[in-house]
């Protein structure tokens, strides 16, 4: 295989796709995630300064110290991520697939093993985990886990509470602990560490799987027991307690990677590995040694196919810049739609409605998958001319880059959710049901926050929730999209655009 | 024969040492973890079953062993088993917590069962909704006598369409339900056939509920139970029958008593419903000198009282209760009384002597709330005769020293709407010489009424004309 063919063309293939990489930067500063960035970039850096350190023998100037068949894999894996992003609008897997590419050109360039390339690879596809499609469904799972643990942790002792969904409540208050159950909040960064100490220590992948499973274990154990001494503080007391966390994140982080690597020593010590880093050794070495044989004929097709592979990589992105995909970027600073959002006003009427400020919902709390630094919420209280009977509450929530499943929140608080129905004009709507007597009905839709409407762009979830006891019927329903849609139109007005989209976009 | 018994033990022993050898070699086959030399290992399928098998035993031998042969490890292997322990310790820590408490489920809900009866038993209802929240949607767990008792802590907070949305899931129409559900919806449905508006095909409907309902309905006092079926006999038209039958129960249990004189009223026997009454009255009066914490008692005999007419004895009793419990339960219960009295003076033809007391009362207890300033408008925004009547009798409460601001301040307001505008600034000054407080009351009440007066021209010009100061009164008077 000719090296410098091969790195040419992964330069080009890295190239190609700056449009999207350069969209997803724009979407880290704009929801602030700029640690976790850092935190990744640190692990890969780490790995490259290592690796450096860790020659094995040199091959010639044109020849790659990397198996062509293995190239071929990850450069096959490159093009899938790719065209799985271009297909699906997805930027970040455009960012893993360029990750893949970027590490097999470092490893080219230096010298790396094939392990390593991996290794590199997987820790560039770690994109800051709020910008993941599944994040909200990861974080709701985690955080049942954790807040089931929680009361684990509360019936050993004897302290009254009880769960709506994944947020515990007390006997004693009037409140939910929202706050503490709004999401592991540290499980990103310890993943990130213990991905870069397994792939230093070059453990088998069974191995680092092991590890990032003892990671996850932990980190759920934390904010189980975090939650729990909330609840054990606030226990009794009818006002809220509030308190300073201090540097009780960072203990629980440390924490959090002391028992994993306390988990890692129990797996040498069990299995008696003593000698597992002059194993690995001689796995670097033999990478190496693999491309000895790169004149035969096999790794002459592999060669030709790798070429290939990267010549689709490079049409792919050339056909995404042909239609602009990625080059509408954002148009809008975080801090400006925030003040939009923030200065949204209505008027104190519509349509045989009185709109006024809803008391503070029990069910709302800051999402730690939310995309900008600081959560918005607004809220109003509908109610109706005739009787106090049917009162409804208009939420915006925000700000979204990406809006998830329209029903995350109800999800979050244990509601049992019907069918999403979509509508004609971009809303949708869902029945939902909790323990026996709960029934509600929710009008949602995503609706963008200034800008130009042919940009992607920030977005607030606007809803219409009725909540009740009694069977919701298929008048109020209707009356309840008539409502939602004049509501939308006015806050569309306000944030003067006028495009409402999906949940499938941008 | 001789020499094979004298062989005997010491064939046994032979025999006894060969079966533990095999014992021991087999066994010990599973712990060796595929230590075989290359000629001894296994082949075929059998064999890698062997190997495989004898693997897994030693792994779970190594892992059982662990605690103890980490302290015999040496080296860096100690230092890594050393390292290992908060781990294996927090770790199995959290694996038998979480275990524990899976299998103490049940005993763990028992407890929040409990708390939930005792809730209900201190009448503290949000408490015990809330401790409810933790079994309510544990199907397995939540049978119709918890999700019952859930409804009455229910109520018990405030959520009485909740309570009734759960008895009606529990006495559906298409199964079995809860018999004491079937009850409640038996009388629910009787007080919807005494509504007046009921027409001919919803009354039979609900007769046909009624009917159904109460064949289902168990699990309350047979004295209970009496009561709907001899309201059944009412609406069957055995109104002999339904008599006789609820006068065996009131005859049982005096609670019956407002019951059972409605009951009488319905049959034209108004004679015999006021002997029912006070006599009703007199037996729960002993029951309350013998216990007059009881509040039911107390609630009861009120009732009866107002159905005779008796207000002021109705709030003599009243008020015994709430010096006796000085509690929110005891105001809303007088609030709740006040509110019936005056509706009852409002009626045509007009009280206009216990109105004035009224307006009175309800002013001091509930200031200048809505429902104040809608029983203020419906009393003095009437014909001028009537608003001198009323003037009338307040002058005469001044007289008999019934609260004096409260009199005053209504005072003012008759003469405001009257036109004297001397004589209404005079009882305005003296109502906040008596209690500043009152001039608070004034503002609102004074802002309602100008609105309320639109239609009636002179009485809006008069309250136009009346601008309240800052409410400040000169000590010293004029």
Known sequence: ?506 | MLRFLADLPVRTIAWISDILEIALRFFGSFLDRGNFEDLDRPVGIYGALRRRLSQFFGFVASFVSYPVAGFFYRGQRRRQFLWSIPFCLLGLTVVTGSLLIAFNRERILNRYLARVQNAYTKQDGSRGVRAAMRWIGDSEFANADRKFLYSLVEIQNGNAVTAERILERLSPRDSTGLGIAHFWRASQCLGNLEESKVDASERRELLDDFDWHLERASGVSVGQMAVLESMKAYWDGRLEDAESKYRAVWEADAFQSVGFGALLKKLGKDQEREFVLKTGAARIAEQLRSDPWNRALRNQLTSIYEMLGEWGRAEVVHIEGYKIRRDKESIDAYRAFLERRTEAALREPRDLRELAYCLVKILRTSGASPRVQDVMARSLLRPQEELLGLQKEFNQWLVEGLDLPMVHLSLAFCKGLLGDDTSRDWHFEQAGRYEKEAMGIANPLLGFMQEASKEQGEYHQRMQRWQLGDGSIDPKGP
Not at chain 1, 56 to 64: E, I, L, R, Y
Not at chain 1, 349 to 372: D, K, L, Q
Request: proline share 4%.
């Open chain 1, 1 to 506: 295989m000719d090296k410098k063919v091969t790195v040419a063309l992964l330069l080009v293939a890295m190239a190609v796709h700056v449009p999207a990489i350069r969209l997803i930067l724009n979407q880290i500063g704009f929801a602030g995630l700029w640690f976790e960035l850092f935190v990744m970039l640190l692990g890969v850096a780490f790995l490259v300064l290592t690796g450096i350190g860790f020659q094995g023998p040199q091959t010639s100037a044109n020849q790659p110290s990397i198996p062509a068949r293995f190239l071929l894999g990850v450069l096959l894996a490159a093009l899938i991520a790719s065209l799985w992003g271009v297909l699906s609008d997805d930027a970040v897997w455009v960012w893993r697939g360029t990750g893949f590419c970027l590490s097999a050109t470092m490893a080219l360039l230096m010298g790396f093993s094939s392990r390593r390339l991996l290794h590199m690879g997987l820790l560039l596809s770690m994109v800051p985990w709020a910008l993941w499609k599944m994040a909200p469904e990861m974080h709701s799972i985690g955080q049942w886990l954790a807040s089931s643990f929680a009361g684990s942790i509360l019936d050993l002792g004897k302290v009254f509470y009880f769960a709506k969904g994944n947020v515990l409540g007390l006997v004693s208050t009037d409140f939910l602990e929202n706050d503490a159950c709004s999401g592991l909040r540290f499980t990103y960064p310890c993943v990130l560490l213990v991905m870069t100490y397994g792939f230093f220590r070059r453990y088998p992948i069974f191995r680092c799987l092991y590890l990032l499973v003892a990671c996850l274990f932990w980190s759920i154990v934390a904010d189980g027991s975090r939650i729990a001494y909330h609840a054990f503080i606030q226990d009794g007391q009818e006002a809220k307690v509030s308190w300073d966390l201090g540097a009780l994140p960072l203990v629980i982080m440390l924490s959090v990677l002391f028992l994993t690597w306390s988990g890692d020593q129990f797996y040498s010590a069990f299995s008696d590995q003593a000698n597992d880093k002059d194993q690995e050794s001689s796995k670097e070495t033999q990478g190496h040694e693999l491309s000895s044989d790169l004149d035969n004929r096999e790794s002459r097709i592999s060669s030709f196919a790798a070429w290939s592979v990267l010549l689709g990589i490079v049409g792919l992105g050339g056909w995404s810049i042909s239609r602009n995909q990625w080059g509408h970027g954002l148009d809008v600073g975080q801090a400006a739609a925030t003040a939009a959002v923030e200065s949204l006003r209505l008027d104190p009427s519509v349509a045989g409605w009185t709109i006024g400020p809803a008391t503070e919902s029990a069910e709302n709390f800051s999402a730690h998958f939310r995309h900008t630094p600081s959560w918005t919420h607004r809220e109003w209280e509908l109610t109706p001319a005739e009787s106090l009977n049917g009162t409804m509450k208009l939420r915006v929530d925000g700000i979204w880059l990406r809006l998830p499943k329209l029903d995350w929140l109800w999800r979050w608080y244990g509601w049992k959710i019907d069918r999403v129905v979509p509508a004609e004009n971009g809303s949708s709507s869902f029945e939902m049901k909790r323990s026996i007597v709960e029934e509600g009905y929710v009008v949602t839709k995503g609706i963008r926050v200034l800008g130009d409407s042919s940009l992607a762009g920030p977005l607030v979830q606007v809803s219409l929730v009725l909540e009740s006891v009694r069977p919701i019927s298929q008048k109020q329903r209707k009356e309840q999209q008539d409502l939602h849609a004049r509501m939308v139109q006015a806050i569309e007005q306000q944030l003067r655009f006028g495009a409402a989209i999906d949940g499938k976009n941008p």
